[in-house]
């Protein structure tokens, strides 16, 4: 049986069998053949993937193509805005102009509970995330 991990290809999501030839990540993100794709390694030179070589995927792997830009469209509150893959929840606030001092940001889950996302924190975002904005503190008529 082949077991599935999840990796991101350009920023996009894919649970994807942990076995893979180069072309097929490739077609999986609609990346054209001759697309220079790497694999991101920290603190290691990018990997090339080459088309026609097996590739065992690890669980958070990372693929980025040389038309990506690590631009990312997301939604807060919503309404759409382009953000980079790697923020902080500060950073995320700053775009719809809310201080983290009185504003909390949530990013909607599908499947588990929605995550809060804390100020001095760096993520991974990827296209299509949904948040929203939440008030810290919530005074009932002013007492």
Do not use: W
Not at 69 to 79: E, S, V, Y
Not at 91 to 97: S, Y
Not at 119 to 125: G, L, R
């Amino acid at each position: 049986m082949n077991s599935k991990v999840n990796i991101k290809i350009d920023g996009q999501k894919y649970h994807v069998s942990e076995s893979m030839i180069g072309s097929e990540l490739k077609d999986l993100a609609n990346i054209p053949l001759e697309v220079r794709l790497v694999i991101k390694i920290d603190n290691e030179p990018d990997l090339d993937v080459e088309n026609s070589q097996v590739y065992e995927l690890t669980d958070g792997m990372r693929l980025v193509s040389d038309t990506f830009d690590d631009i990312i469209k997301i939604m807060i509150d919503n309404k759409h805005y382009i953000v980079y893959e790697i923020m902080t929840g500060a950073e995320l606030l700053a775009v719809v102009n809310a201080s983290p001092e009185e504003y909390k940001l949530v990013k909607e889950e599908k499947v588990e509970a929605d995550k809060e996302y804390l100020p001095d924190v760096k993520y991974e975002i990827c296209k299509n995330d949904v948040f929203f904005t939440t008030l810290r503190k919530v005074t009932n008529g002013g007492r």
